[in-house]
């Protein structure tokens, strides 16, 4: 059985990872595209620590500079007078004990003292505030004989910091009302360390540059696994009828007969008669003829499997309408039955009179698709 890699998808108008410098007053950053949603945002300073809007702050900290177990004696080394903020002096004692784990005198510590946070790291006690920024305070005094015991410097102050400021989205005056620009605005400037900002974020449809505008982009998608996604039985038919008929006769230097002159035809203007609609629907029919007699030769000559459901059977109708809203509009509706004899309707809009745009990035081109019951999803 045959497969092909995933192409067509919708595009999700990711802009990953854009590259900004600061403003000279390092507040203000200025995104290249309208940002479409602020959930998307995600901020990173010089590319490593992500920097969430309300800032990044640390609380106050500190830690023993001895190894346990620790050996605790009652009315000796048992006392630790800690004062959290502007709250209240806790003055506790410890029950003495012969070498004490780390980890269980954490625990007692946490039980007893509010506002702090007792955990070990290499058998040394270390705390934390609960509060964060620069009015998390701790000050242990110099009567805490416990924590001499634990190595926890006394008589000294212990704040939190400010690493990074918050930051808002704010919309530039004078932009256009469907794509607004937006400002990542700090509350306060940046350290003069920080030397850019990368930043994801989606984008507007018609500012998008992975589509070009056009809502799809035809570009490979891994599973968690790493595997290319692929396409087999009646999702390949669908995505192997749609390339064939859509890429520009001559493009495929390994194949100059495949393909169709829809793109080229489809710019001329439209007269009465319908001699355009009769030459586009018989290149279409030709093309299809050509991609049903490679199908032939892949089950016949080379002797591959086809399952029934991929095989192009039959082309059972094309019709081209004009948009009742737009007359530079074009819908192409191709009718294609397998070999299990059913039908699959594939409907395609191509606008006038720059059908070259399709392929590219100009945000004047519209294509839409509709596979109706079937969609391309990994």
């Not at 209240?88 to 004490?100: E, F, M, N, V």
């Not at 009769?278 to 002797?303: H, L, P």
Request: proline fraction near 4%.
């Amino acid at each position: 059985m045959s497969y092909d890699r995933q192409l067509e998808q919708l595009c999700t108008h990711l802009v990953a990872e854009e590259y900004l410098l600061m403003r000279g007053d390092r507040q203000v950053a200025t995104p290249m595209r309208p940002i479409a949603s602020s959930n998307s945002v995600v901020v990173r300073a010089n590319g490593v620590a992500e920097i969430p809007s309300y800032g990044v702050q640390t609380p106050a900290q500190s830690g023993g500079s001895r190894s346990g177990p620790f050996t605790i004696t009652s009315g000796v080394n048992n006392r630790f007078r800690v004062r959290v903020g502007n709250d209240l002096w806790q003055d506790i004692l410890i029950p003495g004990g012969y070498r004490i784990q780390p980890d269980h005198l954490a625990l007692t510590l946490n039980t007893r003292v509010t506002g702090l946070q007792f955990y070990t790291t290499n058998n040394r006690m270390q705390f934390r505030s609960n509060l964060l920024g620069p009015t998390a305070t701790i000050f242990i005094d110099s009567n805490s004989t416990l924590a001499t015991a634990l190595g926890i410097p006394v008589n000294r102050h212990f704040s939190g910091k400010k690493v990074f400021p918050g930051w808002a989205l704010v919309q530039k005056t004078n932009t256009l009302n469907d794509r607004p620009m937006r400002l990542i605005v700090f509350e306060e400037p940046l350290q003069a360390d920080l030397n850019y900002l990368e930043v994801n974020y989606t984008t507007v449809r018609e500012e998008c540059r992975r589509c070009g505008g056009l809502g799809v982009e035809n570009d490979w998608r891994y599973s968690v696994t790493g595997e290319v996604t692929q396409l087999r039985d009646e999702i390949l038919l669908i995505q192997e009828i749609q390339k064939i008929i859509y890429t520009i006769t001559g493009t495929n230097s390994f194949h100059n007969w495949y393909g169709t002159r829809i793109v080229d035809q489809i710019g001329e203007k439209l007269v009465i008669g319908g001699v355009l609609q009769n030459r586009i629907t018989s290149d279409i029919y030709t093309a299809f003829g050509r991609w049903q007699s490679v199908k032939k030769q892949q089950e016949e000559t080379v002797g591959q499997a086809v399952s029934d459901e991929e095989f192009p059977f039959q082309l059972q109708g094309v019709k081209l309408e004009q948009s009742q809203d737009d007359p530079t509009v074009l819908f192409i509706t191709v009718t294609v039955a397998n070999r299990s004899l059913k039908p699959i309707q594939l409907v395609r809009g191509l606008r006038l009179p720059y059908p070259n745009n399709l392929l590219g990035a100009t945000q004047q081109q519209e294509i839409v698709s509709n596979l109706q019951n079937y969609s391309l999803v990994q």
